[in-house]
Nanobody
Framework: VQLQASGGGSVQAGGSLRLSCAAS????????MGWFRQAPGKERVFVAA????????YYADSVKGQFTISRDNAENTVYLQMNSLKPEDTAAYYC??????????????????WGRGTQVTVSS
């Protein structure tokens, strides 16, 4: 699976961004998809995951109610809608794919497939 993330940028606190991740190479619908982020000097951490069908979603506590993950299996794309952005959301965001269940991502599953990061910078 090849993953290409886009949609990052610079916004002021309180703004919104929508990240996209286009997948190619294998049957997209057979994979759970998700997002991780890595702030400067910190480890990469789980943000959100979505099941193969899109029927189940999971979030890190830090982004619940603020971010929304979704997917369009017809377009082989997963999205991350980020609202009410804060300076602490500044990070490189990475999309990922794996055949594990999406709920397992909350418990530190490390996905097999990764895209390149897209930078999100939130200024105060």
């Amino acid at each position: 699976v090849q993953l290409q993330a886009s949609g990052g940028g610079s916004v002021q606190a309180g703004g919104s961004l929508r990240l996209s991740c286009a997948a190619s190479g294998r049957t997209f619908s057979g994979y759970s998809m998700g997002w991780f982020r890595q702030a400067p000097g910190k480890e990469r951490v789980f943000v959100a995951a979505i099941s193969e069908s899109g029927g189940s979603t999971y979030y890190a506590d830090s982004v619940k109610g603020q971010f929304t993950i979704s997917r369009d299996n017809a377009e082989n794309t997963v999205y991350l809608q980020m609202n009410s952005l804060k300076p602490e959301d500044t990070a490189a965001y990475y999309c990922a794919a794996d055949r594990s269940f999406a709920w397992q991502w909350v418990r530190s599953i490390v996905p097999v497939y990764w895209g390149r990061g897209t930078q999100v910078t939130v200024s105060s």
